[in-house]
């Protein structure tokens, strides 16, 4: 019985041994390919490991970019339509019938909005119609500072 039982404790040294060698080799292996993917393949040229984070590093770079041009494009946009929208209030201001007349055709604000020449074009237009504010009131008319003055004068 003291035979069969040292055979068996020596049959389990052999096999842990055998084992823990087929698990070196597969670490040693491992490590090898590590290695391989980590040196350079010749003269002047990169490593496997090198040419991926190149890879990553250049996408990861050009979202950045179309990204950051993106939100610029959005921010010029956002000032050139904000420059628009107080050219056009500064137009209604002078020029009520203007004011109308973009209020109820709203593809005439856009196109002013978007190009100021037409803008001006438009204000020379509602001057010439009798439509500014500037121009003088008609005579005998009961006009907002026809009324002011009265006020004025009485109060």
Not at 97 to 103: E, K, N, P, Q, V
Request: aromatic share 8%; charged share 20%; hydrophobic share 50%.
């Amino acid at each position: 019985m003291d035979n069969v039982l040292l055979l068996l404790i020596l049959l389990v040294n052999a096999l842990l041994l055998a084992g823990f060698f087929v698990l070196t080799a597969k670490f040693r292996a491992i490590f090898h390919e590590i290695l391989s993917f980590i040196t350079p393949v010749g003269e002047g040229q990169p490593s496997p490991a090198a040419q991926v984070y190149d890879a990553m590093a250049s996408l990861f770079i050009e979202k950045l970019k179309f990204t950051l041009m993106g939100l610029a494009s959005v921010e010029a946009k956002q000032a050139k339509r904000l420059e628009g929208e107080i050219a056009l209030a500064n137009a209604s201001e002078k020029s009520p019938l203007l004011g109308l007349a973009m209020t109820m055709f709203p593809s005439l604000r856009k196109a002013a909005g978007k190009h100021s020449f037409l803008l001006d074009l438009a204000l020379k237009k509602a001057a010439e119609l009798g439509g500014s504010r500037g121009s003088p009131p008609p005579a005998g008319g009961n006009g907002v500072d026809d009324f002011a003055d009265r006020l004025r004068r009485y109060g």
